[in-house]
């Protein structure tokens, strides 16, 4: 008997069992923006003087891609989260509308 009342629930509102897994952007006062923080590409020097420079502004390149792809990483986190949270918006929405229709 229950197990008829349960699969009947899952057929008749299947939009009241979904369940959003994942992270939110959410805050308590509105939408928050992201906070990844986006880096800044090094100068290239003027001329290449020494071994020295050369060496040094390939690290400053190794260190800024390295930042750059941390900064894209947590801009798609930000982007995933805020897909995530219109997916719970949209669940509500369905939530309300199946409350006022029944």
Not at 43 to 48: D, I, L
Not at 54 to 62: F, K, M, Q, S
Request: hydrophobic share 35%; net charge negative.
């Amino acid at each position: 008997m229950i197990k008829k009342l349960l699969l009947t629930l899952i057929l008749i509102s299947p939009a009241g069992f979904a369940l959003v897994l994942g992270g939110s952007n959410l805050g308590m006062f509105g939408y928050d923006e992201h906070s990844c923080t986006k880096p800044f590409p090094p100068s290239k020097p003027y001329a290449f003087n020494s071994q020295w420079e050369i060496d040094t502004y390939n690290n400053e390149v190794d260190y800024y891609n390295s930042e750059r792809e941390s900064y894209v990483r947590c801009i798609r986190d930000y982007v995933d989260n805020a897909e995530n949270d219109i997916e719970r918006i949209k669940e509500a929405i369905e939530s309300a509308i199946d409350e006022a229709n029944s």
